[in-house]
């Protein structure tokens, strides 16, 4: 298997939280449009390591986050994310802005949990 990648901005992110709705998920819709618009990806591989990483959350309300669809949230602070999957998983890179002093900074989280941020 060769390493592939997935970048998603937030308007991608609102537009895939769309397809979490029950009603879609169980039609085959949401698998249909990540085949559709992302080759190779799974709805299953996508939606669910955004959850668990924490990109997406199911708090909506909170002053820090953006609403989405179907209760789903995502910090103001995400400009984009990067899925790189492996033969030994899948690495999650976060692009933040900074918000206090306007910068951007980088934070890559592995399937297992463990990650690093720093100053892009």
């Not at 537009?15 to 949401?30: C, D, E, N, V």
């Not at 890179?93 to 990650?115: M, Q, V």
Request: charged share 25%; proline share 4%.
């Amino acid at each position: 298997m060769t390493e592939t990648t997935l970048v998603l901005d937030v308007a991608a992110l609102r537009k895939i939280t769309q397809y979490a709705h029950w009603m879609p998920a169980l039609r085959g819709i949401s698998e249909e449009y990540i085949a559709r618009n992302y080759p190779g990806w799974e709805w299953n591989e996508i939606l669910p390591l955004l959850i668990k990483e924490k990109v997406v959350s199911r708090e909506p309300g909170r002053s820090h986050s953006v609403r989405l669809s179907q209760g789903l949230s995502i910090s103001r602070e995400i400009k984009s994310v990067m899925i790189t999957r492996t033969q030994n998983g899948f690495t999650l890179t976060i692009n933040k802005l900074n918000l206090r002093n306007n910068r951007e900074s980088t934070g890559t989280t592995c399937s297992d949990g463990a990650g690093k941020e720093g100053p892009n």
